[in-house]
């Protein structure tokens, strides 16, 4: 099967931001990474490394959204299947505390006085990801307003909750985080359709 | 006055790693920022980069404990005073987009994998926020089990409060944030002492 360049560059780069950040993460990193040689990287990303790190979140964004979609229709009321889906990510990360793709909180925090294109993109992978929450939510027949509410609400918490983890090197965070779940459930029942 | 040049070397690299992340921070740019001779920062910081790093993350904790302290001494309820520091925490937000000081969420997501002396040094500061959260809900008649439960969980959802904001380029995810944490704490009343 043909090796497809433009991915290799693309996964080259969201691992080594993954462990060097965007800042410290060069074009000739990327050169060696991936394999690929100097003049097909200008070839596809013509505007550099900024463009490779776009293409970086939008297939990590793809690859979660597809993970959280995948955990979420594993059960039907939507608290347990979050809660589950919080646990799960709990295993993988004790596992091999790692998560894979770019890290899009780190991004976030290393390019939003830098790059207007970059925090668009880690924007749209936050709303993308609320937005799996919001619809399971929805779909158990919760008002839309409230439902979108609590969607990014999740994933914002979630997101904190990853890097507290992350810091203290165990999952107990994620834990908590999935244990104050069904209390902010509670609440929001009361205003279902 | 006599200008502290280790504070100085202190302050440049918490600025620059705000700008540029840890990898992209080099003692070269360090240098240059600080005005700071390249022999007095071998002299004040003789394992480099990764200890100027870990005094600008202490120099970054103690200015929002400190914060937090002086936020939360404002009212003598734990819940309006907390919803009160993230109220003001937005305004803040919204009036420059900026905090100062390194983003320890940042070098959590940069260095977990690199540096157990960074990470370690970025978990105290957590903990230490999180102690600020968890005394004030304690002198409220709180459990202290529960109460350290809790003011872990407000750290960790303000962190990713703080990301989903900056990547909106707006305050609502802290303000989502504070609105949800009547629901918690009424919760939570239910294991008062």
Redesign the interface.
């Known amino acids: 099967m043909k090796r497809n360049t433009r991915d290799d560059i693309i996964r080259a780069t969201a691992s080594l931001m993954q ?7 060069g074009l000739n990193d990327i050169i060696k990474e991936s394999g690929a040689p100097r003049g097909s990287i200008y070839y596809h990303f013509p505007n550099g490394k900024e463009e490779i790190a776009q293409e970086a979140v939008k297939w990590t964004k793809d690859h979660v959204t597809s993970l959280i979609r995948q955990e979420l229709g594993k059960k039907e009321d939507a608290l347990s299947a979050i809660q589950l889906f919080i646990m799960d990510s709990v295993k993988r990360f004790e596992a091999d ?2 998560f894979s793709g770019v ?4 991004l ?3 390019t ?3 790059s207007d294109v970059l ?1 668009e993109c ?2 749209e992978a ?1 709303e993308e990801w609320s937005g799996e929450f919001t619809s399971k939510i929805i779909s158990n027949g919760f008002k839309h307003e409230e439902a979108e ?1 609590l969607g ?2 999740i ?7 990853f ?2 983890a ?4 165990d999952g107990e ?1 994620l834990r ?2 999935a244990e ?1 779940l069904p ?2 459930f ?2 929001t029942e009361n205003v279902r359709k």
Do not use: D
């Not at 462990?19 to 993460?25: E, I, P, R, S, V």
């Not at 890290?103 to 780190?106: D, L, N, T």
């Not at 994933?155 to 909750?161: H, K, T």
């Not at 992350?166 to 090197?169: E, I, P």
């Open positions: 462990q060097k950040g965007y800042f410290g993460t505390k790692y890290p899009i909180a780190a976030v925090l290393e939003s006085s830098s925090k880690c924007h936050f509410r990014k609400w994933n914002s918490m979630i997101q904190g909750a890097i507290s992350l810091a203290k090197g965070p908590n985080a104050m209390v902010v509670k609440k």
